[in-house]
């Protein structure tokens, strides 16, 4: 089955449009970012569409609250950040891709950065388990070297 000149130079324009919308997509993709502020204010938080922090600020006013609140609502207003950032690359994806692909890319999204339960506040960890700021990673002791002490007798005036 042979294809013609001209059927061929159209697919490789198609393929290359499609290479430039994908590679521009990319782009908007990785300058999107999702930011949220909790209802008083008091913890604002910006993400990438990955889920990762990029930047959170918090106000004197987070201060009055106890560690338990402040957690909840930095917690919250993570999620209600990252939600925002999915929307924002439906918006930008779903118009490209149409509905079928965007929801391929989506399980592709999602088998990169699986998702998780957040967690809640909970006790913390016990302090020996935490790193000390600015000193290293405990390293655990290294075993013993083997006993290299091929004669059991030592050497003969040598004294133990």
Do not use: C, W
Not at 20 to 40: E, F, T, V, W
Not at 61 to 82: C, D, F, P, S, Y
């Amino acid at each position: 089955m042979a294809v013609d000149d001209a059927e061929f130079r159209q697919k490789m324009r198609q393929f290359e449009q499609q290479a430039a919308r994908a590679a521009g997509l990319k782009d908007q993709i990785a300058q999107l970012q999702g930011s949220a502020r909790n209802s008083d204010g008091s913890v604002t938080v910006t993400v990438a569409p990955s889920g990762a922090v990029l930047g959170m600020q918090l106000s004197p006013g987070a201060m009055t609250m106890t560690h338990t609140q402040l957690t909840q609502e930095i917690l919250g207003t993570i999620r209600r950040a990252t939600q925002q950032a999915a929307a924002a690359v439906e918006d930008t994806v779903r118009p490209v891709l149409g509905d079928e692909m965007y929801d391929q890319f989506q399980d592709a999204f999602r088998a990169h950065a699986p998702a998780v339960q957040p967690v809640g506040p909970s006790d913390p960890p016990p302090p020996a388990n935490l790193p000390i700021p600015g000193t290293p990673p405990a390293r655990s002791p290294r075993p013993a070297p083997p006993d290299d002490d091929y004669f059991d007798d030592g050497f003969p005036g040598v004294k133990r």
